[in-house]
């Protein structure tokens, strides 16, 4: 399974940026997916998380501001992010907890 994330970018404070996580083969559907995403200096941490039924749940500094989905057809996970602020800058990575699959992550930069 490859994981390729997409969307990432430079976006003011307050705004908006879409991420994208397409996944190869056959087996998206069976598992649960999730975002991460690590900080300059600071370790991994868990973004949101859905399972293979659309269950969410979210880290509390993402909860009201970002929405993660899944299309089980298109074998693609995103995450909506709003409301964005400085500190949710990051390399943000998809992955495949379980079995183990990440993405390569992609850079989002929060500045004015």
């Known amino acids: 399974v490859q994981l390729q994330a997409s969307g990432g970018g430079l976006v003011q404070p307050g705004g908006s940026l879409r991420l994208s996580c397409a996944a190869s083969?056959?087996?998206?559907?069976?598992?649960?997916m999730a975002w991460y995403r690590q900080a300059p200096g600071k370790q991994r941490e868990s973004v949101a998380a859905?399972?293979?039924?659309?269950?969410?749940t979210y880290a509390d500094s993402a909860k009201g501001r970002f929405t993660i989905s899944r299309d089980n057809a298109k074998n693609t996970v995103y995450l909506q992010m709003n409301n964005l602020k400085p500190e949710d800058t990051a390399v943000y990575y998809c992955?495949?907890?379980?079995?183990?699959?990440w993405g390569q992550g992609t850079p989002v930069t929060v500045s004015s």
């Open positions: 083969g056959s087996i998206f559907s069976i598992y649960a």
């Open positions: 859905i399972s293979r039924g659309g269950t969410t």
């Open positions: 992955a495949m907890p379980r079995p183990g699959y």
